[in-house]
């Protein structure tokens, strides 16, 4: 059973680039079954999706963060990362990492969800 | 790319029936059967609810049910139980991109 964790720092300063790495376990990130994708939540609010990866480096990503954004894959380390660069006040949140499959079972949903981490925005 | 449309709050008693909407437009909601939904209680991870409109994954009770008419999905609960009360989520493809709704609390009165 695939498992996602996510780390990196919980305190970020404003105008840098915040970077967040999740790790998965229980199966091959090179596996070719999913995107591997980043989610974020502000406090209080809902649900953005940010981006996602494909195992060979394709990526795609939201248009609203697209300037800002990169997402990265290490299959050495089974691990896919998240840069955001220029943060602002306005990128504190929950940031998760989840599976979304490529093929077979759950198309089109997100179905596997990392515990989550708190990065907060402030100097 | 707009978030879709979801009422902020929904209450029913136990035992009643509750349906959540989320509205899109025919370039997301309408334009492919790739919706899913989304459970999330209080300082948690969100969990896999219904995806492909209406299916469910193993372990999902089949008092959660989804459907679909036009841009317009829908979640329902049904034999409400305490421990429905959560925030809710739709989300469906779009193209390239997934996008959500602004989400649902649900209030088990």
């Known amino acids: 059973q695939v498992q996602l964790q996510e780390s990196g720092p919980g305190l970020v300063k404003p105008s840098q680039t915040l970077s967040l790495t999740c790790t998965v376990s229980?199966?091959?990130?090179?596996?070719?079954?999913?995107?591997w994708s980043w989610i974020r939540q502000p406090p209080g609010k809902g649900l953005e999706w940010i981006g996602y990866?494909?195992?060979?480096?394709?990526?795609y990503y939201n248009p609203s963060l697209k300037s800002r954004v990169t997402i990265s894959v290490d299959t050495s380390k089974n691990q896919f990362s998240l840069k955001l660069s220029s943060v602002t006040a306005a990128d504190t949140a929950v940031y998760y990492c989840?599976?979304?499959?490529?093929?077979?079972?759950?198309?089109?949903?997100?179905?596997?969800w990392g515990q989550g981490t708190m990065v907060t925005v402030s100097s | 790319q707009s978030a879709l449309t979801q009422p902020p709050s929904a209450s029913g008693s136990p035992g009643q029936s509750v349906t959540i909407s989320c509205t899109g437009t025919?370039?997301?909601?309408?334009?492919?059967?790739?919706v899913s939904w989304y459970q999330q209680h209080p300082g948690k991870a969100p969990k896999l609810m219904i995806y492909?409109?209406?299916k469910r994954p193993s372990g999902v009770p089949d008092r959660f049910s989804g459907s679909k008419s036009g841009n317009t999905a829908s979640l329902t609960v049904s034999g409400l139980q305490a421990e429905d009360e959560a925030d809710y989520y739709c989300?469906?493809?779009?193209?390239?991109?997934?996008?959500f709704g602004g989400g649902t609390k649900l209030t088990v009165l």
């Open positions: 989840a599976s979304y499959p490529r093929s077979g079972s759950y198309l089109g949903a997100f179905d596997i």
């Open positions: 229980g199966g091959s990130i090179s596996s070719g079954d999913y995107y």
């Open positions: 990866i494909y195992y060979s480096g394709s990526t």
């Open positions: 025919s370039s997301d909601v309408g334009g492919y059967n790739y």
């Open positions: 492909e409109v209406s």
């Open positions: 989300s469906s493809y779009a193209g390239s991109n997934p996008i």
